[in-house]
């Protein structure tokens, strides 16, 4: 016997784990999945509770931080996604004009929302808000179908966010065309169009409809939930983007699902 080599045991190749060939009958397999969808419809029903239950607190956080400087360009910068589509200097004296963050939550499907900007008196456009909103279109089947005691149809639980979500743009007023931030710094697409080679201005995130890099996802999800926290720099987890290849490596690591809420600490 070659050295190093572990002998098994006798017969041990025919033996085979009692786990290996489990089989599930159709009767079962519908069980399951009709279990799967009720759990679907009470995190559903949850969440509701849970967003009309936040709402007032976070109204009385949004008086609060309106009179504390920087409070929202602070947060927003302390999530190094966002940071790194906000890496220009113009970008950051731009978003130190903001002053108010809100995020209004589609009463029907609150996996959609609508972001709004809010923004002082700047050198840079005439907005006083820049909003950005992620639509929710029922698909066809949703059409005659109608809704439980809590509001909860069948098409919710099939909700996709590919087919069902429309993002909108808004074109900047910018007060001078030559220097709008998104002509000076565009955005540049990767070797495929759903990635981005260069993010350019964060400003792109609002004229451009795609949003490859889920900045929308991240700030109604992570940032503005945990507002506080990102202010103070209390959120763990978040570590800087150092290159691509540590991005990408990730990336192959763990797949993220749009179709749930995102983790606070999600590393990007």
């Known amino acids: 016997m070659a050295k190093g080599t572990k002998r098994g045991s006798p017969g041990a190749e025919a033996e ?14 519908k069980k399951l999945q009709q279990i799967q969808r009720d759990l679907a419809r009470a995190e559903l029903v949850l969440e509701r509770q ?14 609060i931080t309106k009179t504390i400087p920087n409070f929202w360009p602070v947060a927003l910068m302390n999530h190094s996604l966002v940071a790194y589509h906000a890496q220009h200097n113009a970008d950051q ?11 209004e939550k589609d009463p029907k499907e609150h996996r959609c929302f609508t972001i709004e900007f809010h923004f002082k008196e700047n050198q840079f456009f005439n907005d006083k808000v820049l909003k950005k909103e992620y639509k929710y279109v029922p698909p066809p089947a949703a059409e005659n179908e109608k809704a439980d005691e809590n509001g909860i149809t069948e098409s919710m639980l099939d909700f ?28 540049e697409s990767g070797e495929d169009e759903d990635d981005i080679a260069d993010p350019g201005s964060f400003f792109n995130f609002f004229e451009k409809e795609a949003d490859p890099s889920e900045v929308g996802v991240v700030i109604a ?4 939930p945990e507002a506080i926290e990102y202010f103070l720099g209390n959120v763990e987890g978040d570590d800087d983007i150092t290159d691509s290849e540590e991005e990408e490596d990730e990336e192959d690591e763990a797949e993220i699902d749009l179709e749930k809420p995102r983790t606070k600490k999600r590393k990007v």
Do not use: C, G, H, M
């Open 16 to 29: 085979k784990s009692p786990l290996s060939n489990v089989e599930l009958s159709d009767e079962d397999a």
């Open 50 to 63: 849970a967003q009309a239950t936040l709402r007032p607190v976070y109204e009385k956080r949004r008086e």
């Open 160 to 187: 996709s966010w590919d087919r069902d979500v429309k993002i909108s743009t808004i074109k900047v007023d910018w007060k001078d065309a030559e220097k709008a931030l998104t002509k000076v710094y565009p955005r």
């Open 93 to 103: 004296t731009a978003l130190s004009y903001l002053e108010d963050i809100w995020v």
């Open 221 to 224: 999800n992570e940032v503005f």
